[in-house]
């Protein structure tokens, strides 16, 4: 038979729709291939627990509050929420005191409140200790004030229209305020157990006025600063003589080198004139010439230039019968000038017309005839 010739061929044993190399081929074939495998595996299945814990999470109802008068060791907080602090807690809803405000689960400081508990204790300060200065200072004011007087300025504070408080934040701002006043003022209970505050005596001192506190400060040390007022006026009278004898001194010093000046040229300008002016001057004339009318009610600056003269033993000074008048008269006794009036001509404009008015013999014998 033809078909017994023929072989036919034998179905394999085992033939499946996706070959096992494809699938073999599909993992990784490298380390990091299969790291990053891993990676990515452990990724996604975070994500998924995660997105089914918030879904849990958000799709279960919000615990209610648990009341504030539970006892906290036997409440079920597995079925209810704690009441947090500064709150108040019934039928599961919480509710915070005043001067709280309500933060997610929480009752944290309202700042409206905090700024006007800051604003009225600081009035309340400013009240107290300056009251308390002007007591000290002038012996009118108020040491100690009542809590109920107080709360009494604080309300009609609030009424004001500059520095009102808004009415909704006004009671748990003003408790708040007593609170700090508390840490910050002396406080103590009278006869009657009334509260009262008073400002205290390490904050009442920058509260006092400047004059205040000068005066009290010199009342203290009065011994001491009356020493130190006339040890200031004694250095002021010291240091004034001292400038007024020095200002003497260089202003006599000053008028006894023009006396000089003059008295030296007039024998040149006496020769000159064929001995018709006299050699000599009258001492009053140069006072009178060289001072001036407020200089002259002082006698010790001329007294001063005299006795310059008086030392100089190139001046010679004798007395004069001027029309029946004894005067004292200055004649210039060397012959020719030392050059010590040449120096003097080049640094003082003034001296060479002071001493052609004096040496000229009109003017002399003007004099003369006047006396």
């Not at 975070?46 to 958000?58: D, H, I, P």
């Not at 001296?351 to 009109?362: A, F, G, Q």
Request: hydrophobic residues 35%; contains cysteine.
């Amino acid at each position: 038979m033809s078909s017994d010739g023929k072989k036919r061929k034998r179905p394999k044993p085992y033939e499946t729709q996706f070959p096992v190399e494809l699938f073999l081929n599909s993992l990784p074939s490298s380390k990091p291939d299969f790291c990053r495998l891993i990676a990515v595996v452990s990724i996604a299945a975070a994500v998924a627990v995660a997105c089914n814990f918030v879904a849990t999470s958000f799709s279960q109802p919000p615990k209610p509050f648990c009341d504030t008068t539970s006892d906290p060791d036997g409440s079920p907080f597995d079925y209810c929420e704690p009441c947090p602090e500064n709150g108040e807690c019934y039928d599961g809803k919480l509710k915070c005191i005043d001067g709280y405000r309500k933060h997610v689960n929480l009752c944290v400081r309202d700042g409206d409140v905090d700024k006007a508990a800051m604003k009225l204790s600081k009035w309340v300060e400013v009240r107290l200790c300056e009251a308390y200065a002007q007591l000290l200072c002038s012996g009118t004011g108020k040491c100690w004030v009542s809590k109920d007087e107080l709360f009494n300025e604080l309300d009609n504070y609030n009424l004001g229209d500059n520095h009102r408080v808004d009415e909704s934040i006004y009671a748990p701002a003003k408790q708040r305020a007593i609170q700090n006043i508390h840490s910050l003022l002396e406080t103590k209970r009278d006869d009657y157990g009334i509260e009262e505050f008073k400002c205290p005596e390490s904050l009442v001192n920058h509260y006092k006025p400047l004059s205040c506190v000068v005066q009290q400060w010199l009342i203290k040390h009065a011994l001491l600063s009356i020493l130190t007022f006339l040890s200031l006026v004694g250095c002021i009278f010291i240091a004034n003589r001292a400038y007024q004898r020095h200002h003497l001194s260089v202003r006599a010093e000053h008028l006894y080198h023009e006396v000089c000046d003059i008295l030296e040229e007039k024998p040149l300008e006496s020769r000159r004139v064929n001995g018709e002016c006299e050699p000599w001057i009258v001492a009053s004339w140069l006072r009178d010439h060289l001072l001036s009318p407020k200089e002259r009610k002082d006698p010790l600056l001329w007294r001063k230039v005299e006795e310059l003269i008086q030392e100089d033993s190139r001046i010679d000074q004798y007395p004069k019968l001027l029309k029946g008048e004894s005067k004292v008269v200055w004649e210039w006794q060397v012959e020719g000038s030392l050059g010590s009036s040449e120096k003097r001509k080049k640094t003082d404009g003034n001296t060479p017309e002071l001493k052609k008015s004096m040496n000229s013999c009109s003017t002399v014998h003007r004099r003369v005839h006047a006396g």
